[in-house]
Structure formats: C-alpha cells, structure tokens
C-alpha cells in the first residue's frame, strides 16, 4: 500500500498528522510551490522567500530522515501551478494506492479539497491538524449553547483544561489575568536588546533571488531577510526571546515606539503559523522562565494568553463561522484602502512607522496593526474586503485563519460584535498615550479640529456620528455617546467637516501636508 502524502507550505512540522505512520519504504512525501499560492495576495516579497525557502528546508530534513520526497519547485518545467493539478501529475508519476493530507489552515484550500473527492480514482484520507491546542471540534463544544464567545471565558477553560499557569485549581498568583499591569508606554530611559540575526544561506539566497525575479512589484523589501527558515533556527530564536525579551514583554506589550518596530515582542508568529515551532513548546518555555524565576508573572500570563487564548480562540472562530463571516460588513464600510497603505507616503507619522516597518520586516506589532492601520481603517470606514487584503498580503504570519477573525472582527467589527465587545476606535490621545510617534507628527493629537489637528480625532468622533445607530445601544459604548451628546453643535459641524474633507483627499496621490524634513530619519 503505496502512500501519496501531501504537505503545505504551512505544515512543516516533523510531526504533522500527515505523516503519522508513514512507512519509509514504500511511502513518498509530496511538496509543490505553485503560483495558485504565491498569488492569491500580492503578498510580501519576504513572506514569499520565508515560505518557499523554509518549505525547501523542511523538504531537506525530510530527506535526511529517510523519508524520500518529490518536491516541486515554482520554476520547475511542466509546474501547472495549481495544487489539484500538481496533485494529478503526481499520481501519475508515482501511482500510489492513496492520498494522505493534513485538513488546511484556510477555508479557500479546504474547498479545493473537497473536490478531490471525485477528482482522483483512489481514496483520500484528510487528517485533522492536531498541533493546536484547541481541536476544531472542542471549540465547537465550547461555544455550543453560549449567547457570546468571549476570549477571556474560552481561555480560563483553556488554562484549566491543560493545566498552565495553574496552581492546582487556581490561577498562578490568584489572578486569571493581568492586562491591567501591562499597559505601560516605554520610557526613554529603556532600550530593547538587539535582535538575533540569521545567516541566509544558499537555499535562501536562491529563493531570495526567485522572489526578486517572478514578483518583482510586490509590496515590501526584501534586503532586510531576516527569518529563521529552518526548525533548528527557530529553536534558536524561541530561546533568545525568553532570555532577552519575555521579562519586559508583559510592561510593554502595548508600547509603540519610533524606530523600535519589535520592541520586546516575540516575532514569533511567522514559525508558529508554519509549523516550525508549536504552541505548546512555545507555552512551557514561557512558563518554565516563571516558575524558575527569571521573568515575572504579568509577561509570561500575558505572553501565554495570546497564544492559549487568542491564537486558539481566533482559529475556533474562523472555523466555526466560515464562510459567512467574512462577507458580514455591520458597519456597511464600503471606502477604497487608502493608496498610503501600499506606498507609506502619508503625513501621519504613526501610520507612516507602522507601514514602513510592516515594508522593511514583513512585520508589525500587535498594537500598531490594531490601534494605528487598523483604527485608522476602521474610522475611515475601509470596505473590509480590502483591509483584510492588505493584511493578508503584508505580514510574514499572515494565513486567513488568524488573519480574518483579527481584521474583520477585532479590528474592523464587522461581524457586529461576534468577536469583541466593542470597536477597538479611539482618537490620537491614546496613540499619544501609548508612543512617542505624535512628537515627529505634523499634526497635533491634542487639537481637535482645525487645520493642525490629528486625523485621528476628528475621524474617531466622525465615526461615532456616522455609526450611531449600530453602536449607541452598546453599553460598553455609553460613555463615548454621553460625551458626543454633550458636544456644542458647532463642534460636531466643524468634526463633520473636517472628516469629510480629509476622506475625500486619502486617495489622492499625495500627503495633505507633507514636511519631508520630519521624515528624513523615519
Ligand atoms: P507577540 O505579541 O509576541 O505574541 C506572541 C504570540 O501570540 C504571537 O506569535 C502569536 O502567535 C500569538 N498572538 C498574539 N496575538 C494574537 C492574536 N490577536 N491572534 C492570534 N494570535 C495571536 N497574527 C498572525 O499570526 N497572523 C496574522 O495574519 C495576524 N493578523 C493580524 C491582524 C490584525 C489587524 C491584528 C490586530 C492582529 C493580527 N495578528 C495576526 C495577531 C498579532 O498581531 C500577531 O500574532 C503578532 O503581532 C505576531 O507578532 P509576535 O510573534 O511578536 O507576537
Ligand atoms: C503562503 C504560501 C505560499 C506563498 N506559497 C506556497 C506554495 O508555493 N506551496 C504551498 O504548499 N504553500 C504555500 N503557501 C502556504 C499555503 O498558502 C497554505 O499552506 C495554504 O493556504 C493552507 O493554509
Ligand atoms: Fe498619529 Fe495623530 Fe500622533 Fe500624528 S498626531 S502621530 S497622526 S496620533
């Protein structure tokens, strides 16, 4: 009984289901790049080259345990640059008696799946993804029956359930959660340390010149590689981040700073999403750092919430809302993405950091992607089809299910609530609050309208005008909706016009107000 087993870019984990009982002997291991997947977005050159150059490491590690693989590559002649019909050449070559794959990451490649039924002439087994802490049908059982899946009950369960951070029945420390400890702007005084840099060697030097030639336009630079590519390097980078960055990680994870793109963050993402590391090794790394002493309760609680909680509770949603969630739009948003997203020329010094480091690195940090693009796309009112392109272009981790439950429901709420409580919206004070970007900024954060005043409070008091009806009778929105009610008339006239001026200028192809001067270091 000959093996055909298939794995994707996003399965390269040694022990994916896929390759459970697999027999070395007769067995044969299928990897193809194609150009269905290198296209679907424009994506970033880097998140490209991270991609195909870790799918060929895999392939060679694969090989070096014995395991023989047909790997093929994007210029290979006769690549038809489909997963089906790569699928069909391979039958062809090597005639196995069945189809062994792990179910996708995405719905898009499951309904491609689905028609393999009927398409080859030999069974096909699709294996459920167990490297999630949470199984697609456990997050089901979870959410079954409940008026509202809110992250922080589906995560107290995921604590207890598999016992981390727990002291016995408890919570490490008495507290489920310490969010309120780890809101702190970063201090001048404070540096974070130097990030690991990785060799690129001649597997991705190649791929690195591949990307260059076949995707010359797309968004982002590729000189500035710098991804672990392989299980080993990733190893490397998960022990340098709990040595070097966990221990500040809690105090300033919701930091954002000038020239700081990851400050003390894991930039892990990108090694999880494609199978290189796994949740749970990444969870009792950070948990054993406590328990010994070396970073404190509020980071490694905070650390492992995004993974235990978040990233789980983020795939649980997409999977048991897809595809309907992505077509909801509950704010009926219908404007084009601004051209700045793409291009970074914008006078809006926050969001120009956020793009050019999301350019320079195929990353950005959680707050810069939620409070600056994100709130900026959510109080322009962006059509969330188009948001939700960008972001699953321009970052290294993007993959749509955890992509799409952060973006249209966290950032843009368009699922109406299904995910968070209320719009993460909110004016320049906060990005003042929590960054030092408003003092290279040509506009104020402390006027509020008015030629000099930030963009961000005359749109955040705009959109609450504009989306009364859906939002008024939220009671987490009360105190915003007090405020507006008690605002002069004349006030309200001049936020209205001065939103409604700028919006008609964001796709213009030029800043409104553009001082070069300022931006010369950015
Ligand atoms: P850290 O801040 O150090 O967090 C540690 C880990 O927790 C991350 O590596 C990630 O695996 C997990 N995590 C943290 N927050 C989330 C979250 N909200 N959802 C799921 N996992 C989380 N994450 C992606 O992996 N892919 C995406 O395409 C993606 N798109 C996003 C889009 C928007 C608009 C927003 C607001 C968030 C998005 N996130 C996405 C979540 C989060 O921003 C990234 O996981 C994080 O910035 C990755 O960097 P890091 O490894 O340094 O994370
Ligand atoms: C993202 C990506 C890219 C850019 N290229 C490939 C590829 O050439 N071959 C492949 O198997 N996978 C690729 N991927 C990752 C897939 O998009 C991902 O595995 C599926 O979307 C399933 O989630
Ligand atoms: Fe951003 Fe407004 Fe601050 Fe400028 S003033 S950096 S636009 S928040």
Same mark, same amino acid.
């Given at each position: 009984? !000959?093996?055909? *087993?298939?794995?994707? /870019?996003?399965?390269?984990? =040694?022990? +994916?289901?896929?390759?459970?009982?697999?027999?070395?002997?007769?067995? *044969?291991?299928?990897?193809?790049?194609?150009?269905?997947?290198?296209?679907?977005?424009?994506?970033?050159?880097?998140?490209?080259?991270?991609?195909?150059?870790?799918?060929?490491?895999?392939?060679?590690?694969?090989?070096?345990?014995?395991?023989?693989?047909?790997?093929?590559?994007?210029? $290979?002649? &006769?690549?038809?640059?489909?997963?089906?019909?790569?699928?069909?050449?391979? +039958?062809?070559?090597?005639?196995?008696?069945?189809?062994?794959?792990?179910? =996708? /990451?995405?719905?898009?490649?499951?309904?491609?799946? $689905?028609?393999? &039924?009927?398409?080859?002439?030999?069974?096909?087994?699709?294996?459920?993804?167990?490297?999630?802490?949470?199984?697609?049908?456990?997050?089901?059982?979870?959410?079954?029956?409940?008026?509202?899946?809110?992250?922080?009950?589906?995560?107290?369960?995921?604590?207890? !359930?598999?016992?981390?951070?727990?002291?016995?029945?408890?919570?490490?420390?008495?507290?489920?959660?310490?969010?309120?400890?780890?809101?702190?702007?970063?201090?001048?005084?404070?540096?974070?340390?130097?990030?690991?840099?990785?060799?690129? $060697?001649?597997?991705?030097?190649?791929?690195? @010149?591949?990307?260059?030639?076949?995707?010359?336009?797309?968004?982002?630079?590729?000189?500035?590689?710098?991804?672990?590519?392989?299980?080993?390097?990733?190893?490397?980078?998960?022990?340098?981040?709990?040595?070097?960055?966990? =221990?500040?990680?809690?105090?300033?994870?919701?930091?954002?700073?000038?020239?700081?793109?990851?400050?003390?963050?894991?930039?892990?993402?990108?090694?999880?999403?494609?199978?290189?590391?796994?949740?749970?090794?990444?969870?009792?790394?950070?948990?054993?750092?406590?328990?010994?002493?070396?970073? =404190?309760?509020?980071?490694?609680?905070?650390?492992?919430?995004? +993974?235990?909680?978040?990233?789980?509770? %983020? !795939?649980?949603?997409?999977?048991?809302?897809?595809? &309907?969630?992505?077509?909801?739009?509950?704010?009926?948003?219908?404007?084009?993405?601004?051209?700045?997203?793409?291009?970074?020329?914008?006078?809006?010094?926050?969001?120009?950091?956020?793009?050019?480091?999301?350019?320079?690195?195929?990353?950005?940090?959680?707050?810069?992607?939620?409070?600056?693009?994100?709130?900026?796309?959510?109080?322009?009112? %962006?059509?969330?089809?188009?948001?939700?392109?960008?972001? @699953?272009?321009?970052?290294?981790?993007?993959?749509?299910?955890?992509?799409?439950?952060? %973006?249209?429901?966290?950032?843009?709420?368009?699922?109406?609530?299904?995910?968070?409580?209320?719009?993460?919206?909110?004016?320049?004070?906060?990005?003042?609050?929590?960054?030092?970007?408003?003092?290279?900024?040509?506009?104020?954060?402390?006027?509020?309208?008015?030629?000099?005043?930030?963009?961000?409070?005359?749109?955040?008091?705009?959109?609450?005008?504009?989306?009364?009806?859906?939002?008024?009778?939220?009671?987490?929105?009360?105190?915003?909706?007090?405020?507006?009610?008690?605002?002069?008339?004349?006030?309200?006239?001049? %936020?209205?016009?001065?939103?409604?001026?700028?919006?008609?200028?964001?796709?213009?192809?030029?800043?409104?107000?553009?001082?070069?001067?300022?931006?010369?270091?950015?």
């Amino acid at each position: 009984m !000959r093996k055909l *087993i298939f794995i994707l /870019g996003d399965q390269l984990s =040694p022990n +994916i289901s896929s390759l459970t009982g697999i027999d070395r002997d007769t067995d *044969i291991v299928l990897m193809v790049e194609v150009v269905e997947e290198t296209t679907y977005v424009p994506h970033h050159k880097q998140k490209i080259a991270f991609i195909l150059s870790a799918m060929r490491h895999f392939a060679n590690e694969l090989r070096s345990a014995g395991i023989e693989v047909d790997y093929v590559a994007l210029g $290979d002649a &006769g690549n038809t640059g489909s997963f089906s019909a790569e699928l069909d050449r391979a +039958i062809e070559r090597h005639n196995p008696d069945r189809i062994v794959i792990t179910e =996708p /990451g995405e719905w898009r490649v499951r309904r491609i799946m $689905d028609d393999w &039924g009927g398409r080859f002439d030999r069974p096909i087994e699709i294996r459920a993804d167990d490297r999630f802490l949470c199984s697609i049908a456990d997050f089901r059982a979870w959410a079954d029956g409940r008026k509202g899946y809110r992250m922080e009950y589906f995560y107290r369960e995921m604590r207890r !359930r598999t016992g981390l951070l727990m002291d016995g029945d408890y919570p490490a420390g008495g507290t489920w959660n310490l969010d309120t400890s780890n809101r702190k702007p970063l201090p001048a005084s404070i540096q974070p340390p130097k990030r690991i840099c990785f060799e690129i $060697d001649e597997i991705t030097a190649e791929v690195i @010149l591949l990307t260059n030639r076949c995707y010359p336009d797309n968004f982002g630079n590729i000189d500035a590689f710098n991804w672990a590519v392989s299980r080993e390097d990733a190893l490397v980078a998960l022990a340098h981040f709990i040595e070097f960055y966990l =221990p500040l990680f809690g105090d300033y994870q919701d930091a954002m700073a000038t020239d700081e793109p990851f400050l003390f963050h894991a930039v892990l993402s990108p090694y999880l999403n494609v199978g290189l590391l796994e949740p749970w090794e990444v969870c009792i790394a950070a948990e054993a750092a406590f328990r010994s002493g070396s970073v =404190p309760l509020n980071a490694a609680e905070g650390f492992i919430r995004q +993974i235990l909680g978040w990233r789980e509770y %983020v !795939r649980g949603i997409y999977w048991l809302e897809m595809p &309907g969630y992505k077509s909801r739009n509950a704010l009926s948003a219908t404007r084009q993405l601004p051209w700045f997203y793409w291009s970074g020329e914008t006078d809006m010094h926050c969001l120009k950091c956020a793009i050019e480091d999301t350019k320079r690195s195929a990353y950005a940090h959680h707050i810069q992607r939620l409070m600056i693009t994100g709130n900026f796309a959510l109080l322009a009112g %962006v059509n969330p089809a188009e948001i939700e392109e960008w972001y @699953l272009a321009v970052y290294a981790d993007a993959f749509e299910w955890v992509e799409l439950p952060n %973006v249209h429901g966290m950032v843009m709420f368009a699922d109406g609530g299904l995910l968070s409580s209320k719009p993460y919206a909110a004016s320049g004070a906060y990005i003042n609050r929590m960054s030092n970007y408003c003092q290279r900024c040509v506009y104020d954060p402390k006027i509020k309208t008015g030629r000099d005043a930030c963009p961000f409070n005359f749109l955040y008091w705009n959109f609450l005008i504009q989306n009364r009806s859906a939002l008024s009778r939220n009671p987490r929105m009360k105190m915003p909706y007090r405020i507006l009610d008690h605002m002069e008339p004349v006030k309200i006239a001049a %936020v209205r016009r001065d939103a409604r001026d700028f919006l008609e200028q964001i796709n213009e192809n030029r800043p409104r107000k553009f001082r070069s001067d300022l931006f010369d270091s950015a």
